[in-house]
């Protein structure tokens, strides 16, 4: 095997900046695992996508993937987890991982079983995310969906990096309206692989409240992996609205070096 290729990488997709949160906690758990990063920034958001559409843009981004022969692929995003995962899942023979609400968690923690599940519209609005409540939980009327769309804008434009105090000010107005409408909220998941970058922004406008990342759990079920080189060969679309230049430069606000190749 040459020294540049990788070794039935992992693959790691979503609509943009998001899943990379899962590719470093890989790189943590699994430091000698390839993987293959898919930022489809041409593609975000999925929140916005009717599931028939949403199912066609998960379809082409599988076969896409298989080209890179990884032992694995992750799609790390919870709307088309939750909406279209098993309906694409036999549309190739990769073990195929999703990521999900940790909602039995959230229960475990709140202590008057108040939480809510926050994600993009497609996810919220969804019957698909209704009937996964109803599997955790006894009491589903308890659990409130939150649409945090104007959230996860706030990571994939890049605010939350270059311009924190206006992120803030924006994460304080959404919590303040949240516990104005759903009062005694305890515990809150953040399902949007989006989400987690805010966490911190999150946790000083609602001090009292815990928010929950799944990513440790994503990774702990991808098992022991296959070990390579700990290489990282990352994929990026772009369009007029998110250009590969302005993913490079959030990706280095965050410390990371790593060299972008453009795909159609």
């Known amino acids: 095997m040459p020294e540049s290729a990788l070794n039935r990488p992992i ?6 900046i998001g899943s990379y949160a899962i590719v470093a906690e890989i790189q943590r758990r699994l430091p000698r695992q390839d993987v293959i ?15 028939d559409e949403l199912a066609e843009v998960m379809a082409r981004t599988l076969r896409f993937l298989e080209g890179f022969s990884p032992s694995a692929i992750v799609m790390a995003s919870n709307a088309p987890s939750i909406t279209v995962l098993e309906r694409v899942r036999p549309l190739t023979t990769l073990p ?10 959230a229960l475990a923690l ?10 993009v519209r497609s996810l919220i609005e969804s019957d698909e995310l209704r009937s996964f409540v109803a599997r955790q939980t006894s009491a589903p009327e308890a659990v409130s969906l939150i649409d945090a ?11 939350f990096l270059f311009d924190p105090e206006g992120t803030q000010a924006q994460v304080n107005e959404f919590v303040t309206t949240l516990h104005r409408r ?16 805010l966490k911190g922004f999150f946790e000083t406008a609602s001090p009292g409240c815990r928010f929950l990342d799944p990513a440790e759990t994503i990774v702990a079920g991808l098992g022991e992996g296959t070990p390579g080189s700990g ?16 993913f490079q430069r959030m990706l280095a606000r965050l410390g990371v070096e790593l060299p972008l190749e453009k795909v159609a």
Do not use: N, Q
């Open 231 to 246: 290489r990282i060969r990352a994929l990026v679309t772009e369009d007029e609205r998110y250009s590969l230049a302005d």
């Open 11 to 16: 693959a790691v997709f979503d609509a943009g």
């Open 96 to 105: 195929l991982f999703g990521v999900f609400p940790p909602l039995a968690e």
């Open 110 to 119: 709140a202590p008057h079983g108040k939480v809510g599940i926050m994600g």
């Open 37 to 51: 990063y898919f930022a489809d920034r041409a593609s975000f958001p999925y929140g916005s996508k009717e599931p």
């Open 149 to 159: 769309s104007a959230m996860v804008e706030l990571v994939e434009s890049g605010a």
């Open 182 to 197: 759903v009062p005694g909220l305890e515990v809150l998941t953040l399902s949007s692989t989006h989400l987690p970058w």
